[in-house]
Structure formats: C-alpha cells, structure tokens
C-alpha cells in the first residue's frame, strides 16, 4: 500500500537556542561588535552559520538579541535602581550593580554596552545605533528619576536632572572601561564610593 503521509514540515534544530545566544552574548561582551567574527559566534554557540542564520538571522539581527538578553539579565541592575526610594540611593544601587556586573567571575569584565560600541565600523552601523540608543534609555531612565526625587524635594531645589544622569552613567561606563583594563572589584568599589562624596549634587 502506497504510503500518502506527509513528511514533518521543517526539521529540529538539534541546539538549544537559548544557551546559543547566551553564548553568542558573551562573544560579542568580550571582543565587541567588530570582534566577534560569524566564526567565532559560530564556533561558541556550537552550531553551523546556517543554523545560526535560520535561528538568529544576520549578525545585526544576532547582535540585537544578544543586547537585549544583557539588558535584561547582567544589566538588569539600572531598572532595580531606580525603585530605590531616594535618589541617593539610587545612584548607589546604579553604581554598586556596575561594579557587581563588570566584575562578575563567569563573565568578562567589563560592558557589552560599552565593550561592544568600542571601534565600531561603518558595516556596524546597525550595532553602533542600537548601542547609542540603549544608552540614552539608561540616561532617561536615570534623569526621570531624579526629576522626581526634584519634585518630591528629596533633591535640592535647583538640581538638574540631565546633569545629575550624565554624571552617574559617565562614572559607571568608567568603571566598566577600568574593569575591561583589569582593576578589581574592590578598585572598582573604591571608585564608586568616591563618585558619591558630597551627594547631593546640585546645579
């Protein structure tokens, strides 16, 4: 009897595609966009271009999931900062997770968000605007905060919030540039603990 089934459209992966683009994150975490060549991503995530192509898409496409993984996993930190219930405190809590996340033992040192933009090329342009954009949602999100610790006088009269969120994410790209240099966590520490000498800051 002539068999009529059908054969099952498409075919497994045979890779567990979370674990490949947590690795693919680490890749471009530690040498950058214009590092990271399709080979070593490839090699890392443990499966073929084609594979990674039919999961991911292009290397922008790659590079764009792999930002948001670190924006919700090792950055995590900036969005629980700003529930502190000052602005003091959220500026330590924003820092102390800088220093926690560009030190951390199972990871490499430093910042995919500025590791990554470090040399970019033209042909990164997707990579260099997607970075650039995920810095300004960290400067919104910290000048937001402190417009509303302005408005609840937890910030003295004056005060500018831009100012204040400029200063804040400066010191913490610092520090994720000084731990890609190799000072250690407790260096690091020293460093945010000095940034907040005489808080507040007013205009």
Same mark, same amino acid.
């Given at each position: 009897?002539? @068999?009529?089934?059908?054969?099952?459209?498409?075919r497994p992966?045979?890779? @567990?595609? @979370?674990? !490949?683009?947590?690795?693919a994150m680490r890749v471009f975490?530690?040498?950058? &966009?214009d590092g990271a060549g399709l080979n @070593?991503?490839?090699?890392?995530?443990?499966?073929?271009?084609?594979?990674?192509?039919? #999961?991911?898409?292009?290397k922008d496409q790659l590079f764009l999931k792999a930002l948001a993984r670190y924006d919700q996993g090792p950055a995590a930190y900036g969005r629980r900062a700003v529930t502190e219930p000052t602005a003091q405190a959220v500026a330590r809590a924003f820092l102390d997770g800088s220093v926690r996340a560009t030190t951390r033992p199972d990871a490499p040192p430093g910042c995919l968000g500025v590791q990554g933009a470090l040399a970019v090329s033209p042909l990164g342009n997707t990579a260099h605007? !997607?970075?650039? #954009?995920?810095?300004?949602?960290?400067?919104t999100l910290l000048r937001d905060r402190f417009q509303r610790a302005v408005d609840e006088a937890?910030?003295?009269?004056?005060?500018?919030? #831009?100012?204040? !969120?400029? &200063? /804040?994410?400066? /010191?913490?790209f610092g520090i994720a540039v000084?731990? !890609?240099?190799?000072?250690?966590?407790?260096?690091?520490?020293?460093?945010?603990?000095?940034?907040l000498l005489g808080w507040p800051f007013s205009a």
């Open positions: 009897m002539q @068999d009529h089934s059908r054969p099952p459209i498409g992966r045979g890779f @567990d595609a @979370d674990e !490949a683009l947590e690795c975490w530690e040498r950058g &966009y @070593d991503l490839t090699e890392a995530m443990g499966i073929t271009k084609t594979s990674m192509y039919r #999961a991911f898409g292009n605007q !997607a970075l650039t #954009a995920w810095r300004n949602d960290g400067l937890d910030l003295p009269p004056g005060t500018d919030p #831009a100012r204040l !969120a400029r &200063y /804040v994410l400066t /010191v913490s000084q731990a !890609a240099g190799g000072l250690t966590r407790e260096e690091l520490q020293e460093i945010a603990d000095t940034a």
